[in-house]
């Protein structure tokens, strides 16, 4: 059964905006947002839990977490997007009690979605 599964990406210029969804099989202590390009390694950019949520410094203000628990959902506001936020955007899911991008803690992935700005 497949526990994540994106939506929502896309190609805009520079300046636009996009909102990226992820529907969940069932909810979990912490869930998240990865981005990688070829050739990098996955990196979060973004995560969610009890306690809050929490975003990597470079996309503070441009990109926020959120979620609704009564849709099973999910999402990624992402406005002011840059050439640099271009990527394979990927939601992911863990069952600790603590909430970080340590990348190896997730335990559930989506397949992804692409997300291209132009300049």
């Known amino acids: 059964q497949v526990q994540l599964m994106e939506s929502g990406g896309g190609s805009v210029q520079a300046g636009g905006s996009l909102t990226l969804a992820c529907v969940y099989v069932?909810?979990?202590?912490?869930m998240g947002w990865f981005r990688q390009i070829p050739g990098k390694q996955r990196e979060g950019v973004a995560a969610?839990?009890?306690?809050?949520?929490y975003h990597d410094r470079s996309v503070q203000g441009r990109l926020t977490i959120s979620q609704d628990t009564n849709k099973n959902t999910l999402y990624l506001q992402m406005n002011t997007l840059e050439p640099e936020d271009t990527a394979m955007y990927y939601c992911?899911?863990?069952?600790?009690?603590?909430?970080?991008?340590?990348?190896?803690?997730?335990?559930?992935w989506g397949q992804g979605t692409q997300v291209t700005i132009s300049s």
């Open positions: 069932r909810s979990h202590t912490c």
């Open positions: 992911a899911a863990r069952k600790t009690v603590s909430c970080d991008f340590v990348r190896n803690d997730y335990t559930y």
């Open positions: 969610i839990s009890r306690g809050g949520s």
